[in-house]
C-alpha cells in the first residue's frame, strides 16, 4: 500500500491544523493505521492509531483530549484534527499502515508501510 501525507504547515500556538494520509494500492479498511511524529534530534514516536473498522483509537498521553484520529474507508483515508497546537508538537508527521490485528500497534516496527512525512511547525 502506498501512503501519501499532507495538511502540514506552520500553526501558532493554540491553532488547529487537520492532516490527511491517503491510501492507494491495496484493501484500505483491511490496514490498521497510525501516526508517528519524529522531531529533529528525536526518535520517531506515536501519535495515535485507529484500528480497521475506526471503532477502536488510542493516543499518546502527550496529545490525548487535544487531537483525534479518524478514517473514511470509503476515501482511503486517514485523518489526524489537531487542536490546541504547542511548540514541543512540532515534528515530521507521518502514517503508517499494518494488516490488521486484534492488537493496535504503537511502535514504528509495528508498521509495514509508511508515508514520506508531513512537516507541522508550531510557533509560539
Known amino acids: 500500500v502506498q501512503l501519501q501525507a499532507s495538511g502540514g504547515g506552520l500553526v501558532q500556538a493554540g491553532g488547529s491544523l487537520r492532516l490527511s494520509c491517503a491510501a492507494s494500492?491495496?484493501?484500505?479498511?483491511?490496514?490498521?493505521m497510525g501516526w508517528f511524529r519524529q522531531a529533529p534530534g528525536k526518535e520517531r514516536e506515536f501519535v495515535a492509531a485507529?484500528?480497521?473498522?475506526?471503532?477502536?483509537?488510542y493516543y499518546a498521553d502527550s496529545v490525548k483530549g487535544r487531537f483525534t484520529i479518524s478514517r473514511d474507508n470509503a476515501k482511503n483515508t486517514v485523518y489526524l484534527q489537531m487542536n490546541s497546537l504547542k511548540p514541543e508538537d512540532t515534528a515530521v508527521y507521518y502514517c503508517?499502515?499494518?494488516?490488521?490485528?486484534?492488537?493496535?500497534?504503537?511502535?514504528?516496527?509495528?508498521?509495514?508501510?509508511w508515508g514520506q512525512g508531513t512537516q507541522v511547525t508550531v510557533s509560539s
Open positions: 503508517a499502515a499494518r494488516g490488521s490485528r486484534v492488537v493496535i500497534g504503537f511502535a514504528t516496527t509495528d508498521y509495514n508501510y
Open positions: 494500492g491495496r484493501t484500505f479498511s483491511n490496514y490498521d
Open positions: 485507529i484500528g480497521w473498522s475506526a471503532g477502536n483509537t
